[in-house]
């Protein structure tokens, strides 16, 4: 964590908040400028921050379900599906650009794409979907290749919740809680049956699961509308960065990530 240097200036909001260094961060790169330039940065860093808000409450989740903290994990999750809900919503405002805007300053964004959010791969991986390959695109830059790699060998939010069950009175087997975290999680018939009893009967347990549900639709949810948008935009060009853009994207939806939650449901 940065420390705050001493002074005698009194706090205020603008220093706390460092809004001119902050205003300061929007630097576009066509003539002119072309006026949409200055809203496609601002959407993509207010995506940035929203990424380091969602990590840092992820990990706040993990923390919780594997303490077994019922109303810690349950307010976390219900945060992270408002700001999920903002992050939608975002894309509205993005979809103001015509085609014809982007096109305008679209070449001076050179090989930058969002498929080098560092951040929100750390994030894919924290829910689970993990990928070798991303880490080695990262590896440019050593502290950002470390700290994704020191992700992926880390426990995601699903392993944490195998130990949530566990803490609720469920029978989860030692070769699922010691599975390998660096992979993605593979369904499991007997944590499949587990979640079906509480289903049934643990209603307190039930709502976790619910939460988890809804976490997993919403990241699904705005992975759609990320595509849509990119169609709506550049239709089926190849994307920024040398990305096959929206061919790319598409093949990204309708993966859940919490399987066994999703499984279950022809069994209720």
């Known amino acids: 964590m940065a420390e705050h240097p001493t002074s005698n200036a009194p706090l205020t909001y603008s220093s706390y908040l460092k809004i001119e ?7 576009p790169r066509s003539d002119g400028p072309e ?9 993509h860093q207010v995506y940035e921050l929203w990424f380091k ?3 840092h409450e992820a990990d706040q989740l993990c923390r919780a379900l594997r303490g077994g903290d019922h109303p810690v994990s349950c307010a976390t999750l219900k945060r992270m599906l408002t700001i999920l809900k903002t992050m939608v919503a ?11 805007s982007f096109t305008s300053f679209r070449d001076r964004l050179e090989s930058a794409s969002g498929f080098q959010s560092f951040q ?30 020191r992700r992926r060998q880390e426990p995601t939010v699903y392993d944490a919740f195998l130990r949530y069950l566990v803490s609720a009175g469920c029978d989860i087997p030692a070769d ?3 599975r390998d975290v ?25 709502q976790i699961c619910e939460l988890l549900v809804d976490l997993d639709e919403g990241i699904q949810e705005w992975r759609y509308r990320h595509v849509k948008m ?4 550049i239709g089926f060009k190849q994307g920024t960065g040398g990305s096959a853009g929206a061919e790319y994207l598409r093949t990204t939806l309708f993966q859940p990530l919490f399987a066994d939650l999703w499984a279950i449901r022809s069994r209720l």
């Open 21 to 27: 260094e902050l205003l300061a961060l929007q630097c």
């Open 53 to 55: 808000q969602m990590i």
């Open 230 to 233: 990119v169609e709506r935009t």
């Open 182 to 206: 660096t992979q993605p999680p593979a369904e499991s018939p007997p944590v499949q049956q587990a979640l079906v009893d509480i289903y049934h009967h643990d209603p307190h347990t039930r």
């Open 120 to 149: 929100f791969r750390e994030f894919e991986f924290l829910l689970g979907k993990k990928k070798s390959g991303i880490v080695r695109m990262h590896e440019i830059n050593p502290q950002i290749g470390e700290r994704l790699e």
């Open 176 to 178: 699922v809680l010691q």
């Open 35 to 43: 006026h949409d330039e200055m809203l496609f940065i601002i959407i």
């Open 90 to 100: 975002q894309v509205d405002v993005l979809e103001t650009m015509t085609p014809v």
